[in-house]
């Protein structure tokens, strides 16, 4: 009887805790967005989405901002108190207040990818996209909205980042990615990846790289350029996104969950969170993370990463 009643007790303390565990996590905030809300930039509290016609200010209490383009695309960055973002349309980086959502320059770079697959990203004083697909990256300088120097790369190369004083090029054609010294606008380094490489992400200890058609994660070494790892994540990644932040890489997902948290250190997969919901980008923040879904119409806030990845 003693052993049955210690069963019984030990059931009860685990049922209690499994339900203190469910009623500390974190709740997500769904926001309803009309039309197709799609990649994400932060800023500050609030976070820029494309929408095809127009780009949007969103935050945890409705729209604050907006302005018209003729087909926002593409991953963006803030910068200098200005939202940069491509113009699949008019072949063209255009630049936005971000205070006021006023457009302020249009920069005819042309654009490597007119699906919106790339990204517009900062960094050395600079703004650089992918603006040819026979393999060109421009940079503009913010202080003159003009172009001032061109990068030879490789052909089908779409995807930037910035991180560790380089930009990190990803080209899905040729399936590879090159490192490019802001110094020399050279490529210095290049590394071979898997099937149908896509998004990136430059941070916790390593520069990360969506291989969509392994459904895996390389890791590459920010000092020698080389890949040292990779995580196995699902069957396949397709048009997801990828961030890093809190020690951890964050991965949007199109397969059986929302987004994936990825250890960088034992390369596996701490956590699995959210529904399927289709494709959309994630972005990171200290206080939460945000992740779009356009194929059902949302932004989506998921506060405290921190309990999160734990």
């Not at 003693?2 to 805790?17: F, L, N, R």
């Not at 457009?103 to 040819?132: F, H, K, M, Q, Y």
């Not at 990068?151 to 910035?162: E, I, K, N, Q, S």
């Amino acid at each position: 009887m003693q052993k049955i009643c210690a069963m019984v007790m030990a059931a009860a303390v685990a049922g209690w805790a499994a339900t203190a565990s469910a009623a500390e996590a974190p709740k997500e905030e769904v926001i309803q967005v009309p039309g197709f809300a799609d990649f994400l930039a932060v800023d500050g509290s609030s976070v820029w989405v494309t929408n095809r016609d127009k780009v949007e200010r969103w935050s945890r209490q409705g729209k604050q901002a907006e302005s018209a383009m003729t087909r926002a695309c593409g991953a963006m960055t803030v910068f200098r108190r200005s939202l940069w973002v491509a113009d699949c349309k008019e072949g063209a980086v255009i630049r936005i207040d971000s205070r006021t959502g006023r457009r302020n320059a249009a920069i005819p770079t042309g654009i490597a990818n007119l699906a919106g697959e790339l990204n517009v990203v900062a960094g050395a004083g600079s703004v650089w996209i992918a603006s040819d697909d026979k393999g060109v990256i421009s940079r503009i300088d913010p202080a003159t909205n003009r172009i001032v120097a061109t990068v030879a790369v490789d052909p089908g190369t779409w995807y930037l980042a910035f991180g560790f004083g380089s930009v990190w090029a990803v080209s899905a054609r040729e399936q590879s990615v090159q490192r490019i010294d802001p110094r020399t606008n050279a490529v210095i380094k290049r590394a071979a990846l898997g099937k149908e490489p896509g998004f990136l992400a430059a941070g916790a200890g390593g520069v990360w790289v969506q291989e969509q058609g392994d459904g895996t994660v390389a890791r590459i070494n920010p000092r020698s350029g080389e890949i040292t790892g990779r995580v196995k994540v699902g069957e396949v990644l397709k048009y997801g996104d990828i961030d890093t932040g809190g020690g951890k890489v964050w991965l949007r997902t199109t397969e059986a969950q929302t987004f994936a948290v990825i250890d960088p250190k034992t390369l596996t997969v701490d956590a699995r969170v959210g529904e399927a919901e289709g494709s959309g980008a994630l972005r990171y923040t200290r206080r939460g993370v945000w992740t779009s879904a356009h194929d059902v119409h949302t932004i989506t806030w998921w506060p405290e990463p921190a309990k999160i990845a734990r």
